[in-house]
Structure formats: C-alpha cells, structure tokens
Nanobody, 124 residues
Framework: VQLQASGGGLVQAGGSLRLSCVVS????????MGWFRQAPGKERLFVAT????????FYADSVKGRFTISRDNAKNTMTLQMNNLNPEDTAVYYC??????????????????WGQGTQVTVSS
C-alpha cells in the first residue's frame, strides 16, 4: 500500500491550505485514515482521523473548528482542509492508514501505512 501526500506550502497566518493523500496498492475502503504532523525537534502528533465510510471524524483540540478531514472512496483520496492557519501549525504533515477496527485511532503506532509527508509553513 502506498500513500502520497501533497498540497503543502507556504502561507501567511490566517490563510488556508488543502492537503491531499492518494492511496494506491490496496483497497482504500479497508482503512480508517488519519493525518499527523511533526514540527522540528518534536514528536509526531495526531491531527485528525476519519472512518472507512467517512461517517465519523475526530480532531485534535488544537485544530478543531479550523481543519476538516474528508475522503472520497471512489477516488482513493483523503483531504485535509486547513483554514485560519497560524504559525503553530507549521510542521510536516503525514497521512496514514490503519486496519484497526476502532472508529477513532489517535496513536501513531496503530497506523500501518504512512505517506512521505508534505511541508506546511505558516508565516506570521
């Protein structure tokens, strides 16, 4: 299974970005999906997750109300719409897939497959 993340870039505070993650080599519907981020010198942190059918989503408190996770199972694609960005959102963002049956999986060690990461930089 391969995950390809894209959409990162440089944006000013208050701006928006939309990240995408395309999954290939497996059945997309088999996986609950998630986004994580890692700032320089810090651990990888949970951002958001979405269930196989898209019916359940869950967010870290730090992004709730600003970020929206979604998926299109027909296109094997997951997205993360990020609005009202601030410098604290600067990080490498990773998409991940898990075979765990639980609807909300926030621990990175529970994810089986990872994308390569895409850099998001928010200037003040």
């Amino acid at each position: 299974v391969q995950l390809q993340a894209s959409g990162g870039g440089l944006v000013q505070a208050g701006g928006s970005l939309r990240l995408s993650c395309v999954v290939s080599g497996g059945r997309f519907f088999d996986y609950n999906m998630g986004w994580f981020r890692q700032a320089p010198g810090k651990e990888r942190l949970f951002v958001a997750t979405i269930t196989r059918g898209g019916g359940t989503t869950f967010y870290a408190d730090s992004v709730k109300g600003r970020f929206t996770i979604s998926r299109d199972n027909a296109k094997n694609t997951m997205t993360l719409q990020m609005n009202n960005l601030n410098p604290e959102d600067t990080a490498v963002y990773y998409c991940a897939a898990t075979t765990m049956a639980a609807p909300v999986v926030v621990a990175s060690k529970m994810y089986n497959y990872w994308g390569q990461g895409t850099q998001v930089t928010v200037s003040s």
